[in-house]
């Protein structure tokens, strides 16, 4: 079958100590929690900041809360610069959904 004796081995002695539910397959690699660079505090000041204030506010170049400003808004604060699918990341484990502009507003930059 292509399997090592040493792993035989092991496989035999778990099923001895705790039978069959140690041999079923588990997940495989680093849990979520391990790969965020951000403290729980610090995720906590970033959401507080953007549930609170406007990014202009905040003396950023943005009119909206975009991936950008957050990732800007860590960079500063923090001195993490996040990759932009990394802040799309946290957004979303936030709770914060992305949010499309009214027809009415695509209208009226038409018009301007």
């Known amino acids: 079958m292509g399997v090592a004796r040493g792993t ?16 079923r397959k588990k997940k495989r690699g680093r849990r979520s929690e391990d790969m965020t660079l951000l403290k729980p505090h610090q995720c906590a000041i970033i959401f507080n900041m953007i549930r609170d204030c406007c990014p202009d506010q905040l003396k950023l170049p943005f009119m909206l ?12 604060r923090f001195g993490i610069k996040l990759a932009i699918r990394s802040v799309g990341n946290y957004l979303k484990r936030w709770g914060f959904t992305p949010q499309k502009p009214l027809r009415k507003a695509y209208e009226r930059l038409n018009i301007l």
């Open 8 to 23: 035989v081995s092991k496989w035999v002695s778990s099923y001895k100590k705790k039978g069959e539910i140690e041999l």
């Open 65 to 76: 809360w975009t991936r950008d400003a957050v990732g800007l808004l860590i960079e500063q």
